[in-house]
């Protein structure tokens, strides 16, 4: 059974559809990548499995539970864990408070859990008392990512986590991402950097108008010629 199987999902803002039948499916061992043009609804797609847009066709079925149109807060203690693209540290609090943030819906204690994103990410154990705002933009990705972790999620998604980030950085942070994925934590990200991202993901959605263009291995989907020429010319996939 995939842990993450979105069927024919159909959403958008305001009544407005902008995912056409987005289907996709993720087993927990899975890297999956999502990529396609501006307005393709890559970042959408994340956004309405995560609960914050409405699905009004269609399936998001998570560990086997039909979870089409749950809240985020309903989500998170399933094991779902969402880093948006902006806004996603609180960026006066220090390091360790952005960790303990992402803790809040645990009752139990974990500080083992800070202690293996501290070993996750160790530049963060460095800095656990500096304020995140004055990070640098791929250290702040690190405090979203391991915050996310903190809930210890079965799935990670992530919003264009290389989005600004220097050529070193954005090197840094798949690392850190397939790092984490080896630690058991399946991956499901929207990338702006398709090429880069491609090379390392199990499973690639390339998606256009709001629906599936092309599905397959990461490394199939950078050898397929028309996907090469249609969504990986340019390298820049911005939505």
Do not use: C
């Amino acid at each position: 059974m995939p842990l993450l199987e979105v069927s024919n999902v159909v959403a958008g803002y305001g009544g407005a559809p902008i995912l056409n039948g987005v289907s996709i499916v993720i087993e927990q061992s899975d890297i999956g990548v999502i990529v396609g043009p501006n307005g393709a609804g890559k970042s959408t797609t994340i956004k309405t499995i995560f609960g914050l847009l409405k699905v009004t066709q269609g399936a998001v079925v998570f560990s086997g539970e039909d979870v089409t149109n749950s809240l985020p807060d309903r989500l998170v203690p399933k094991g779902l864990s969402y880093v948006p693209q902006e806004k996603n540290v609180f960026t006066s609090m220090s390091v360790e408070e952005n960790l303990e943030m992402g803790a809040f819906t645990r009752r139990d204690d974990f500080s083992k859990t800070i202690e293996w994103v501290y070993d996750m990410f160790p530049v963060l154990r460095e800095k656990r008392r500096q304020p995140a705002g004055e990070l640098s933009g791929g250290q702040r990705q690190m405090v979203a990512m391991g915050r996310a972790l903190m809930s210890q999620p079965r799935l990670l998604m992530l919003d264009e986590p290389s989005a600004g980030l220097s050529p070193r950085y954005v090197i840094e942070i798949f690392e850190q991402i397939v790092k984490v994925n080896q630690a058991g934590v399946g991956i499901l990200m929207v990338e702006q950097n398709a090429r880069q991202a491609l090379a390392f993901a199990s499973r690639g959605f390339v998606l256009a108008s709001g629906q599936n263009r092309f599905t397959g291995t990461g490394p199939e989907l950078i050898a397929d010629p028309e996907v090469a020429k249609s969504f990986l010319g340019g390298g820049d996939t911005k939505h």
